[in-house]
């Protein structure tokens, strides 16, 4: 295996551990030890330097948002009026501000941004819509494509 010899460069060992992380975030140091094949102090240095780097940037619960009642997914694409850096600034801080928007893309194309909306039905996604995305610094016009499935999520 490719050994890591300077900072921000990751060898076989490195990538085993964010992969075996990616697919839970909760194993023990003892069993992501074994699963890739170092002692428990060797990994636990890997796994503190991967943190420190930046490629690890957290850990959370992934939640099933249907048992929340936020079954329905909807993308809207978003035109500005103004796309100078002002204006994509005030937008992207005040997007930010909306719960409901779960993602939120700039996109190069025939429009600005896309944004993945997580509502509990399509009269909820109506009201953010009409009342939070349409008010936003520049929106000058939205699309809206309503997901029927989502086949993966989560980079499941």
Not at 123 to 143: A, D, N, W
Request: charged share 30%; glycine share 6%.
């Amino acid at each position: 295996m490719k050994k890591a010899d300077t900072p921000g460069e990751l060898d076989g060992f490195d990538m085993k551990i964010v992969e075996a992380l990616s697919q839970d975030g909760r194993i023990t140091i003892t069993e992501l030890s074994q699963r890739v094949g170092l002692s428990k102090t060797p990994c636990q240095v890997r796994l503190k330097r991967l943190m420190d780097e930046g490629y690890i940037l957290g850990f959370r619960a992934v939640l099933d948002a249907r048992k929340f009642g936020l079954d329905h997914i909807a993308f809207a694409e978003v035109k500005l009026s103004d796309t100078r850096e002002t204006a994509l600034n005030e937008f992207n801080a005040a997007v930010r501000k909306i719960r409901e928007v779960e993602e939120c893309h700039m996109i190069a194309g025939a429009f600005d941004y896309l944004l993945k909306v997580r509502t509990s039905d399509i009269r909820r996604y109506r009201h953010v819509l009409g009342e939070k995305i349409s008010s936003l610094p520049h929106v000058s016009s939205t699309s809206t494509f309503v997901v029927m499935q989502a086949v993966k999520e989560y980079g499941r």
